[in-house]
């Protein structure tokens, strides 16, 4: 196990130094320059001191020069200092996970908890009342744009009921409340952002999930189960369901980059501080130390992700686990 996974870990260092590369030179190539923002707006800007500012950044360099440099840089965990307030990538980046990490990770909760029954139960039941509600429910889920249900849900909520707040993670006065007033000024604000977040994944769970239990409950050994007299409920659960969720368990690896990349969509709508909305805010300004932070977090994490899958398959399946010792 341990050198299967040691193997996979060799091979992720090419994979990623190949997504670096493409990612640095199509940010570079994209029509403007962080310096363009500092000068475009002032007509008193001189041509020597733009070119002075290219210098000051590093963009006088020619892209292969600036590549190895900023990979130099990355090789010690330093990812430079953002062109727009000076201030360290790593710690902008820092400030910004745990709330895309609270708002990801209860959302993934949320999946999973309805999700998975939903998914379950469809299978069990195909062709039932359920199993068709089931399969309306996916499809809205797939089809529904996450801006338009974010703008709609806002609306009706915030807007015309007043039951939830209409953006932020907290309120104007939330230092005077207490500790459970805080918890629950939180958790109002979380609503909103969890529930948008969970609603397209939710579905795509739920079909994944039905699809891979009907595969599994017409196997032999869960006919053999059945024929030795075991439970309903011990045949399903103990035998069908583990061998189902393998499928699952890759989405959920592909998941992980999620927990920290955020949503850009959701995090704009309602003007939550996370990772999100800061490399959205980071590509209007074009800050290309921030923009490359967040997106090589984002590959190590899909990558990580990838791995984290492939060990849990062969966990689950130890013939994955001899024919990658090969």
């Known amino acids: 196990m341990l050198s299967y996974i040691a193997k996979r870990l060799l091979g992720l260092i090419p994979v990623f130094l190949g997504i670096t590369l493409i990612s640095f030179f199509v940010i570079h190539l994209a029509p403007g ?36 440099e900023w990979l130099k840089r990355f090789a010690t965990f330093d990812f430079g200092r953002s062109y727009m307030d000076d201030r360290p990538v790593s710690q902008k980046i820092i400030e910004r996970i745990p709330i895309t990490l609270l708002i990801n990770i209860s959302s993934m909760i949320l999946i999973l908890f309805i999700g998975i029954p939903l998914g379950v139960i469809s299978a069990l039941r195909r062709g039932s009342v359920a199993d068709r509600a089931t399969t309306i429910f996916a499809f809205i889920g797939f089809s529904v744009p996450e801006f338009w249900l974010a703008l709609m849900l806002m609306s009706l909520f915030a807007i015309q009921l007043g039951w ?31 529930s948008i977040a969970a609603f397209g994944s939710l579905a795509g769970i739920s079909r994944y999930m039905r699809a891979s239990m009907i595969g599994i409950i017409h196997q032999d050994y869960i006919r053999t189960a059945r024929a030795k007299g075991l439970k309903e409920r011990d045949v399903i659960y ?5 061998n189902a969720l393998l499928p699952v368990i890759t ?16 995090e704009s709508i309602f003007a939550i501080p996370g990772m999100g909305r800061l490399f959205y805010e980071s590509v209007m300004a074009r800050d ?39």
């Open 288 to 326: 290309y130390p921030v923009i490359l932070g967040v997106l090589s977090i984002g590959a190590i994490l899909t990558l990580l992700g990838n791995l984290l899958a492939d060990a849990a398959y062969s966990y689950a399946d130890p013939r994955i686990r001899v024919s990658g010792e090969k």
């Open 33 to 68: 320059k962080p310096t363009d923002i500092q000068t475009n707006l002032n007509p008193k800007v001189s041509f020597e001191a733009r070119a002075r500012l290219d210098k000051l950044y590093g963009l006088d360099k020619p892209l292969g020069v600036q590549y190895f």
């Open 238 to 242: 103990k035998h069908a369901l583990r």
């Open 164 to 194: 939830l707040p209409i953006s932020g993670i907290k309120s104007l006065d939330f230092e005077y409340y207490s500790l459970l007033g805080k918890v629950l000024d939180v958790a109002k604000h979380l609503i909103l952002p969890v």
């Open 251 to 266: 989405i959920l690896g592909l998941s992980i980059p999620g927990l920290i990349g955020g949503s850009v969509i959701f």
